[in-house]
Structure formats: C-alpha cells, structure tokens
Antibody, heavy 117, light 107 residues
C-alpha cells in the first residue's frame, strides 16, 4: 500500500525558515517524480515544487522560486521541502504527492504551516 | 501559465441525479487533464486522468470528456459519498495548474 506521511509543519514567524519531510513507503520511491502541493485555508490547490527521480532536476512556480528548495534522499525514501523567507501567504496545508505525467496519483495526509508573528 | 477556469463554483444535487462540472483551459492542453475529489478534511484523490481515463478503484458513475480547451466531469447518479470538492488540473505544460474547485453538496 502506497503511503506518504508528511511532518515538520507548525507555526513560524515571517522571514524565518521551516523544513518539511515526507516519508514514502509501499512503492519504489526512486522510480518516481515527487512533488509538493499546497492548499491555503478554504482555498484551492497550488503546485509548489517537483523533483525528478534522481534529484538532478527541480521545478518551481514563480511564487516560491528562490525561497523554497525541494530535495530527496532515495536511500531513505524521503522527500523534503526547505522553505526560507516565509511569508504570510505561504500559510497552507502542504501535501507531498507522487507525480506522474497524468497527474498526482497519491497524496499524503498533509501538514499545516502557519506563518504569523 | 495556463489558466484553468472551473464552473460552477458550487452546486447541489439530489441523490441519483446526474451532475456535470466543467473546466476551460486558457489554451489547448491536448487532453492532459486530471480530475480530483477532495472530501472534507481529507487529501485530494485522483479520479480521472488523460481527460477520460478512470483511475483504478474509481466507481464507473464518474466519467470525463472533452478536448482542446473544454473538459467536463460527469457523475451519473449522485451518491451520498460523492459530496466533496472537485478540482481539475492540467499537466500539459509547466507549471501544473488547478481549477478553483467546485463544491458539490447533496440537496
């Protein structure tokens, strides 16, 4: 059974940093692109980052480029999101997701990040 | 970026009723369109990919259609468990973008 379990969320002040983790199991992690998708409270879904199977290629939207870094450790079947210079508009539930060409086929339960002073 | 305009924003349906949700892309996306269901307090689940292909385990009352810039999700016979938010998403071009969502409730 595919499982994605996020951790590392919490309350952080504007301008500070936070690192999210996602532990994957039930599939060969190194064979798949992985992504982070976020959802602000009562809002829609926003793609945040994608990483290739080896980690050599990463993709970001303009809203987080230069502030967020996605990475992975295939030996540990783990995905990470380093978030720097956080802003109030980064407040959201962050989902780890397995990404196929056809879409995001498995999602974690999500972890809440609140950016507030 | 490709904009995905989803409609309606909300609708209510009676049990057994057939409902449709639409997504309009700002440019052609060559059927690279997925639909997700998100129940209250849960993470999204992939329902349909490539515009019309049903993800494994999804009931056959769900179907997708469309081409070019216009796509739709149909639920043939509303069930209580179908009460949820629904989102479309294009994977034709980076960045992947989502529609704003449709809240489906039971009447």
């Amino acid at each position: 059974e595919v499982q994605l379990v996020e951790s590392g969320g919490g309350l952080v002040q504007p301008g500070r940093s936070l690192k999210l983790s996602c532990a994957a199991s039930g599939f060969t992690f190194s064979n798949y692109y992985m992504a982070w998708v976020r959802q602000a409270p009562k809002k829609g879904l926003e793609w945040v980052a994608t990483i290739s199977t080896s980690g050599s290629r990463t993709y970001y939207p303009d809203s987080v480029k230069g502030r967020f870094t996605i990475s992975r450790d295939n030996a540990k079947s783990s995905l990470y999101l380093q978030m720097n210079s956080l802003k109030s508009e980064d407040t959201a539930t962050y989902y780890c997701a397995r990404q196929l060409i056809r879409g995001f086929d498995y999602w974690g339960q999500g972890v809440m990040v609140t950016v507030s002073s | 970026d490709i904009q995905m305009t989803q409609s309606p924003a909300s609708l209510s349906a009676s049990l057994g009723e057939t409902v449709s949700i639409e997504c309009l892309a700002s440019e052609g996306i060559s059927n690279d369109l997925a639909w997700y269901q998100q129940k209250s307090g849960k993470s999204p689940q992939l329902l349909i990919y490539a515009a019309s292909r049903l993800q494994d385990g999804v009931p056959s009352r769900f179907s997708g259609s469309g081409s070019g810039t216009r796509y739709s999700l149909k639920i043939s016979g509303m069930q209580p468990e179908d009460e949820a938010d629904y989102f479309c998403q294009q994977s034709y071009k980076y960045p992947p973008t989502f529609g704003s969502g449709t809240k489906l409730e039971i009447k």
